[in-house]
């Protein structure tokens, strides 16, 4: 099973987490625009990604003659419904910059809880769960 896609979109999700940190730390009310902008582009890629697990990833592990790969596909994909809906409800949230602009500490203590959540999550597919498809499955 290759997973090359899916690492390439983690580095863009990273870097799309990254650039909404630089834009908040160089002020969130100056930012709002770019912030939203942000939120948008990021939250296209971070769709795509689910997409493909979704209907690729996961069902491909479901029939995997490994069970405990199997179980752990499970298992992630169980984990990661809860991010993604935080992650929408946060997007939808502050997509527009008048909102951002209106509440920048609530903006500011909402990306750090969802953005936080998504970036572990991400880290631990990079370290955990992805390894694991890969010995299971090493790349041609």
Same mark, same amino acid.
Request: aromatic share 8%.
């Given at each position: 099973m290759n997973i090359d896609k899916f690492k390439?979109?983690? !580095?863009?999700i990273l870097d799309g987490i990254a650039r909404l940190r630089e834009?908040?730390?160089? @002020? !969130?009310v100056e930012n709002a625009a770019h912030i939203a902008a942000h939120i948008i +582009? #990021?939250?296209?890629?971070? +769709? #795509?990604?689910? +997409?493909?697990e979704d209907s690729v990833l996961y069902p491909g592990l479901a029939s995997d003659a490994n069970p405990r790969l199997a179980k752990l596909g499970e298992r992630y994909q169980r984990e990661m419904d809860g991010i993604a809906g935080a992650y929408f409800e946060f997007a939808n949230r502050w997509?527009?910059?008048?909102?951002?602009?209106a509440n920048p500490? @609530?903006?500011?203590?909402?990306?750090n809880?969802? #953005?936080?959540? #998504?970036?572990e999550r991400m880290k631990r597919e990079d370290t955990e769960f992805y390894p694991a498809i890969e010995a299971a499955h090493p790349p041609a």
């Amino acid at each position: 099973m290759n997973i090359d896609k899916f690492k390439a979109q983690h !580095i863009a999700i990273l870097d799309g987490i990254a650039r909404l940190r630089e834009a908040t730390q160089g @002020g !969130i009310v100056e930012n709002a625009a770019h912030i939203a902008a942000h939120i948008i +582009k #990021l939250s296209g890629t971070v +769709k #795509l990604h689910l +997409k493909v697990e979704d209907s690729v990833l996961y069902p491909g592990l479901a029939s995997d003659a490994n069970p405990r790969l199997a179980k752990l596909g499970e298992r992630y994909q169980r984990e990661m419904d809860g991010i993604a809906g935080a992650y929408f409800e946060f997007a939808n949230r502050w997509n527009l910059a008048d909102r951002v602009e209106a509440n920048p500490e @609530g903006f500011r203590a909402d990306a750090n809880r969802v #953005l936080r959540a #998504l970036f572990e999550r991400m880290k631990r597919e990079d370290t955990e769960f992805y390894p694991a498809i890969e010995a299971a499955h090493p790349p041609a």
